[in-house]
């Protein structure tokens, strides 16, 4: 059984866990789901890391942050056009893509769902928002979080000042004005030490700047046509109009 205590040290979780019917949300889905996923689901509920990274939950306060909404399959479907026409080609089939969550800047992280009977082994991908580049891990998404909060890996596609602020999460909670908005708890949860007070700094890149390329335990991947599904800027489709979380 997946192990939380290594993700738990550097990030606490909230209290208490929550209970999630999971064979209802597998039912509504059609599929299993990886043991890691369910205790992250339990411990840590909905809400973003470093205010950065959000993942997929099934009580997600808006469809476009609930496991069970029509985000994974609207942009598997995006994917899949794009596969077929070869037009912006992506390096797994689509069908053995899911998303499982994404960031701030328009990235989307993607459950690699083979084998399809064997969720346990599920490796991670991470597109890029404005660019080519593709980014595997080879674990679950929970080691992929431990690894990323702990500055071991290094995606390609993050911001280089991430952790500026130390590891962190913040539950999410609708918004009081209005039932379809979200937003983020303002007290983030981190360890009582060595990243000091004050909250998570997060920048942007630049159009023109290139992040580094040197990752731990991933690798990345460039096509030279290679533009990602849903965040291009210049295509006509555009992730923050269609798909805005907010």
Same mark, same amino acid.
């Given at each position: 059984?997946?192990?939380?205590?290594?993700?738990?040290?550097?990030?606490?979780?909230?209290?208490?866990?929550?209970?999630?019917?999971?064979?209802?949300?597998?039912?509504?889905?059609?599929?299993?789901?990886?043991?890691?996923?369910?205790?992250? +689901?339990?411990?840590?509920?909905?809400?973003?890391?470093?205010?950065?990274?959000?993942?997929?939950?099934?009580?997600?306060?808006?469809?476009?942050?609930?496991?069970?909404?029509?985000?994974?399959?609207?942009?598997?479907?995006?994917?899949?056009?794009?596969?077929?026409?070869?037009?912006?080609?992506?390096?797994?089939?689509?069908?053995?893509?899911?998303?499982?969550?994404?960031?701030?800047?328009?990235?989307?992280?993607?459950?690699?769902?083979?084998? +399809?009977?064997?969720?346990?082994?599920?490796?991670?991908?991470?597109?890029?928002?404005?660019?080519?580049?593709?980014?595997?891990?080879?674990?679950?998404?929970?080691?992929?979080?431990?690894?990323?909060?702990?500055?071991?890996?290094?995606?390609?596609?993050?911001?280089?000042?991430?952790?500026?602020?130390?590891?962190?999460?913040?539950?999410?909670?609708?918004?009081?004005?209005?039932?379809?908005?979200?937003?983020?708890?303002?007290?983030?949860?981190?360890?009582?030490?060595?990243?000091?007070?004050?909250?998570? +700094?997060?920048?942007?890149?630049?159009?023109?700047?290139?992040?580094?390329?040197?990752?731990?335990?991933?690798?990345?991947?460039? +096509?030279?046509?290679?533009?990602?599904?849903?965040?291009?800027?210049?295509?006509?489709?555009?992730?923050?109009?269609?798909?805005?979380?907010?």
């Amino acid at each position: 059984m997946t192990d939380l205590s290594a993700l738990t040290r550097i990030c606490p979780a909230p209290l208490p866990a929550m209970h999630i019917a999971w064979e209802h949300v597998e039912s509504a889905l059609g599929m299993a789901l990886p043991t890691d996923y369910k205790q992250l +689901a339990e411990h840590y509920g909905p809400g973003g890391f470093c205010n950065y990274i959000h993942i997929y939950h099934p009580h997600g306060p808006t469809e476009f942050v609930n496991l069970t909404g029509p985000m994974p399959a609207r942009i598997r479907a995006y994917l899949r056009e794009d596969f077929d026409q070869g037009t912006h080609p992506v390096p797994y089939d689509p069908e053995q893509l899911f998303t499982i969550g994404g960031t701030d800047n328009g990235e989307h992280i993607f459950w690699i769902t083979g084998p +399809a009977q064997e969720p346990d082994r599920w490796r991670i991908a991470v597109n890029e928002a404005r660019g080519p580049q593709w980014f595997t891990f080879d674990g679950t998404l929970a080691d992929f979080l431990t690894s990323v909060l702990s500055g071991q890996t290094k995606v390609p596609q993050f911001p280089r000042d991430l952790l500026d602020g130390g590891p962190s999460f913040a539950p999410s909670h609708r918004s009081c004005g209005d039932p379809n908005r979200s937003r983020t708890s303002p007290q983030l949860l981190r360890p009582p030490s060595a990243h000091g007070p004050g909250p998570t +700094a997060t920048r942007f890149l630049l159009e023109d700047e290139s992040p580094p390329k040197s990752a731990k335990h991933g690798t990345a991947t460039t +096509a030279e046509q290679c533009r990602p599904e849903i965040s291009r800027t210049n295509s006509g489709r555009c992730w923050r109009r269609c798909c805005r979380r907010e």
